[in-house]
Protein backbone atom coordinates (compact mmCIF):
# COMPACT_ATOMS: atom_id res chain seq x y z
CA UNK A 1 0.00 0.00 0.00
CA UNK A 2 1.04 3.71 -0.31
CA UNK A 3 2.12 6.06 1.99
CA UNK A 4 -0.86 7.47 3.66
CA UNK A 5 1.06 11.15 3.39
CA UNK A 6 1.61 10.03 -0.48
CA UNK A 7 -1.72 8.88 -0.77
CA UNK A 8 -3.01 12.29 -0.02
CA UNK A 9 -0.66 14.15 -2.70
CA UNK A 10 -2.00 11.54 -5.46
CA UNK A 11 -5.46 12.47 -4.31
CA UNK A 12 -4.62 16.31 -4.23
CA UNK A 13 -3.38 16.74 -7.73
CA UNK A 14 -5.88 13.83 -9.51
CA UNK A 15 -8.59 16.62 -8.31
CA UNK A 16 -6.62 19.14 -10.25
CA UNK A 17 -5.07 17.29 -12.79
CA UNK A 18 -7.44 18.26 -15.51
CA UNK A 19 -6.56 21.94 -15.33
CA UNK A 20 -2.48 21.86 -15.69
CA UNK A 21 -2.55 18.81 -17.97
CA UNK A 22 -4.68 20.57 -20.04
CA UNK A 23 -3.04 24.14 -20.42
CA UNK A 24 0.27 22.37 -20.96
CA UNK A 25 -1.11 20.39 -23.80
CA UNK A 26 -3.08 23.35 -25.40
CA UNK A 27 0.43 25.30 -25.16
CA UNK A 28 2.07 22.32 -26.76
CA UNK A 29 3.79 23.18 -30.32
CA UNK A 30 3.97 19.82 -31.24
CA UNK A 31 1.11 18.63 -33.67
CA UNK A 32 -1.29 16.47 -31.76
CA UNK A 33 -3.79 14.45 -33.38
CA UNK A 34 -6.48 11.67 -32.34
CA UNK A 35 -6.92 8.35 -34.39
CA UNK A 36 -9.42 6.20 -34.21
CA UNK A 37 -8.72 2.20 -35.51
CA UNK A 38 -11.15 -0.48 -35.97
CA UNK A 39 -10.69 -3.95 -35.91
CA UNK A 40 -12.24 -7.16 -35.10
CA UNK A 41 -13.56 -5.69 -31.68
CA UNK A 42 -14.63 -2.14 -30.37
CA UNK A 43 -12.96 1.15 -32.16
CA UNK A 44 -9.56 2.17 -30.35
CA UNK A 45 -9.03 5.86 -29.91
CA UNK A 46 -5.78 6.97 -29.98
CA UNK A 47 -3.50 10.41 -28.93
CA UNK A 48 -0.67 10.88 -31.66
CA UNK A 49 1.94 13.57 -30.72
CA UNK A 50 4.71 13.74 -33.44
CA UNK A 51 8.37 14.94 -32.72
CA UNK A 52 9.75 18.82 -34.22
CA UNK A 53 12.19 16.31 -35.73
CA UNK A 54 13.46 15.78 -39.51
CA UNK A 55 14.57 12.04 -39.53
CA UNK A 56 12.53 9.00 -38.67
CA UNK A 57 11.67 8.00 -34.79
CA UNK A 58 11.11 5.39 -32.97
CA UNK A 59 7.76 5.11 -31.68
CA UNK A 60 6.27 4.86 -28.12
CA UNK A 61 3.18 2.91 -27.06
CA UNK A 62 1.90 4.72 -23.72
CA UNK A 63 -0.05 2.63 -21.60
CA UNK A 64 -2.72 4.10 -19.07
CA UNK A 65 -3.54 3.75 -15.71
CA UNK A 66 -6.34 2.18 -14.38
CA UNK A 67 -8.09 5.60 -14.47
CA UNK A 68 -8.25 5.24 -18.14
CA UNK A 69 -6.42 7.77 -20.35
CA UNK A 70 -6.40 10.79 -18.35
CA UNK A 71 -4.97 14.46 -19.60
CA UNK A 72 -2.42 13.70 -17.19
CA UNK A 73 -1.05 10.34 -19.60
CA UNK A 74 -1.48 12.75 -22.78
CA UNK A 75 0.84 15.29 -21.27
CA UNK A 76 3.24 12.34 -20.94
CA UNK A 77 3.14 11.65 -24.94
CA UNK A 78 3.35 15.04 -25.17
CA UNK A 79 6.66 15.07 -23.37
CA UNK A 80 7.96 12.13 -25.10
CA UNK A 81 7.36 14.10 -28.53
CA UNK A 82 8.88 16.94 -26.95
CA UNK A 83 12.17 14.11 -26.47
CA UNK A 84 12.24 13.67 -30.04
CA UNK A 85 10.04 10.29 -30.11
CA UNK A 86 6.42 9.68 -31.74
CA UNK A 87 4.18 8.96 -28.65
CA UNK A 88 0.70 6.91 -28.86
CA UNK A 89 -1.37 7.06 -26.01
CA UNK A 90 -4.42 4.96 -26.96
CA UNK A 91 -7.76 4.79 -24.89
CA UNK A 92 -8.94 1.25 -24.03
CA UNK A 93 -12.21 2.10 -22.30
CA UNK A 94 -13.00 3.62 -26.25
CA UNK A 95 -16.65 2.71 -26.65
CA UNK A 96 -17.36 2.17 -22.94
CA UNK A 97 -18.39 5.38 -22.02
CA UNK A 98 -22.17 6.40 -21.29
CA UNK A 99 -22.31 7.95 -24.96
CA UNK A 100 -20.13 5.75 -26.77
CA UNK A 101 -17.01 7.50 -26.20
CA UNK A 102 -13.94 6.65 -23.62
CA UNK A 103 -12.20 7.69 -20.79
CA UNK A 104 -13.88 11.01 -20.78
CA UNK A 105 -17.14 10.31 -19.96
CA UNK A 106 -16.64 8.15 -17.27
CA UNK A 107 -17.38 9.31 -13.82
CA UNK A 108 -14.58 10.40 -11.43
CA UNK A 109 -13.61 6.98 -9.88
CA UNK A 110 -15.94 4.87 -12.15
CA UNK A 111 -13.08 4.44 -14.78
CA UNK A 112 -10.72 2.26 -12.91
CA UNK A 113 -14.21 0.06 -12.38
CA UNK A 114 -14.56 -0.31 -15.70
CA UNK A 115 -10.66 -1.13 -16.38
CA UNK A 116 -10.78 -3.24 -14.32
CA UNK A 117 -13.60 -5.57 -16.72
CA UNK A 118 -11.46 -5.48 -19.63
CA UNK A 119 -11.40 -8.74 -21.14
CA UNK A 120 -7.59 -9.50 -21.29
CA UNK A 121 -8.16 -10.86 -24.78
CA UNK A 122 -9.58 -7.33 -26.11
CA UNK A 123 -6.75 -5.41 -24.44
CA UNK A 124 -4.35 -7.40 -26.38
CA UNK A 125 -6.11 -6.80 -29.80
CA UNK A 126 -6.00 -3.52 -29.04
CA UNK A 127 -2.57 -2.92 -28.01
CA UNK A 128 -1.87 -4.99 -31.39
CA UNK A 129 -4.21 -2.68 -33.92
CA UNK A 130 -2.14 0.14 -32.29
CA UNK A 131 1.30 -1.33 -32.94
CA UNK A 132 0.25 -2.63 -36.82
CA UNK A 133 -0.70 1.54 -36.85
CA UNK A 134 2.65 2.60 -35.52
CA UNK A 135 4.98 0.00 -37.81
CA UNK A 136 3.07 2.07 -40.97
CA UNK A 137 3.56 5.71 -40.23
CA UNK A 138 5.90 7.30 -42.43
CA UNK A 139 7.62 9.41 -39.74
CA UNK A 140 8.41 6.18 -38.10
CA UNK A 141 11.83 4.27 -38.32
CA UNK A 142 10.18 0.68 -37.70
CA UNK A 143 11.22 0.30 -33.64
CA UNK A 144 8.56 0.42 -31.20
CA UNK A 145 8.70 0.94 -27.37
CA UNK A 146 6.57 0.29 -24.54
CA UNK A 147 5.74 2.37 -21.59
CA UNK A 148 3.13 1.53 -18.55
CA UNK A 149 2.12 2.86 -15.88
CA UNK A 150 0.76 1.05 -12.84
CA UNK A 151 -1.92 -1.46 -14.06
CA UNK A 152 -0.61 -0.37 -17.90
CA UNK A 153 2.60 -2.41 -16.92
CA UNK A 154 1.10 -5.27 -16.06
CA UNK A 155 -0.13 -4.91 -19.13
CA UNK A 156 2.84 -3.69 -21.24
CA UNK A 157 4.46 -7.00 -20.05
CA UNK A 158 1.62 -9.25 -21.45
CA UNK A 159 1.90 -7.09 -24.85
CA UNK A 160 5.39 -7.89 -25.05
CA UNK A 161 4.92 -11.38 -24.86
CA UNK A 162 2.93 -11.45 -27.83
CA UNK A 163 4.54 -9.06 -29.73
CA UNK A 164 8.06 -9.85 -30.69
CA UNK A 165 9.63 -7.05 -32.35
CA UNK A 166 9.04 -4.66 -29.07
CA UNK A 167 12.40 -3.69 -28.55
CA UNK A 168 11.93 -2.19 -24.80
CA UNK A 169 9.68 -1.83 -22.02
CA UNK A 170 9.69 0.95 -19.31
CA UNK A 171 7.84 0.05 -16.36
CA UNK A 172 6.11 2.53 -13.96
CA UNK A 173 5.10 1.47 -10.48
CA UNK A 174 4.96 -2.13 -12.04
CA UNK A 175 3.17 -4.97 -9.81
CA UNK A 176 6.16 -7.41 -11.18
CA UNK A 177 6.24 -10.12 -13.23
CA UNK A 178 8.45 -10.21 -16.13
CA UNK A 179 7.86 -10.27 -20.31
CA UNK A 180 8.69 -13.54 -22.17
CA UNK A 181 9.78 -11.48 -25.22
CA UNK A 182 13.18 -10.28 -26.24
CA UNK A 183 12.47 -6.22 -25.58
CA UNK A 184 14.66 -4.50 -22.76
CA UNK A 185 13.27 -3.74 -19.41
CA UNK A 186 13.81 -0.80 -17.62
CA UNK A 187 11.98 -0.68 -14.30
CA UNK A 188 11.12 3.12 -12.65
CA UNK A 189 10.01 1.94 -8.81
CA UNK A 190 9.94 3.63 -5.63
CA UNK A 191 9.57 7.81 -5.54
CA UNK A 192 10.76 7.81 -9.13
CA UNK A 193 7.66 5.66 -10.17
CA UNK A 194 5.25 8.55 -9.32
CA UNK A 195 6.14 10.61 -11.40
CA UNK A 196 2.39 12.11 -11.61
CA UNK A 197 3.11 13.37 -8.09
CA UNK A 198 5.98 14.75 -8.77
CA UNK A 199 4.92 16.07 -12.29
CA UNK A 200 2.41 19.11 -11.07
CA UNK A 201 3.75 22.51 -10.88
CA UNK A 202 3.43 22.99 -7.54
CA UNK A 203 5.74 19.74 -6.86
CA UNK A 204 8.77 20.54 -5.13
CA UNK A 205 11.07 18.44 -2.83
CA UNK A 206 11.75 14.87 -3.21
CA UNK A 207 8.89 14.07 -5.03
CA UNK A 208 10.12 16.67 -7.88
CA UNK A 209 13.65 15.48 -7.35
CA UNK A 210 12.12 12.16 -8.05
CA UNK A 211 10.63 12.73 -11.29
CA UNK A 212 13.00 15.01 -12.89
CA UNK A 213 15.17 12.26 -12.21
CA UNK A 214 12.55 9.82 -13.57
CA UNK A 215 12.95 11.75 -16.87
CA UNK A 216 16.73 12.39 -17.28
CA UNK A 217 16.83 8.58 -16.48
CA UNK A 218 14.24 8.26 -19.09
CA UNK A 219 15.89 10.14 -22.05
CA UNK A 220 18.96 8.55 -21.86
CA UNK A 221 17.68 5.03 -22.11
CA UNK A 222 15.22 6.39 -25.07
CA UNK A 223 18.59 7.28 -26.49
CA UNK A 224 19.41 3.41 -26.79
CA UNK A 225 16.65 2.44 -29.02
Not at 55 to 74: A, D, F, R, S, Y
Not at 91 to 120: I, N, R, W, Y
Not at 168 to 174: E, G, M, R
Not at 198 to 216: L, S
Amino acid sequence: MLPYALCLMLFGISAFAQDWTRERLDKSSRHQEWVYLKHSGPTVDAFVVYPEVSQKTPVILVIHENQGLTEWVESVADALAEAGYIAIAPDLLSGMGLKGGGTSEFAPGAAAQAVGKLPPDQIIADLETIADYARKIPAANGKIAVAGFGWGAEQALRFAAARSEVSALYLFNAAGGAAKGSARIFNFSGPEGFMRVGDAPGAWGPAKNARDEAWERWKKVLAEL
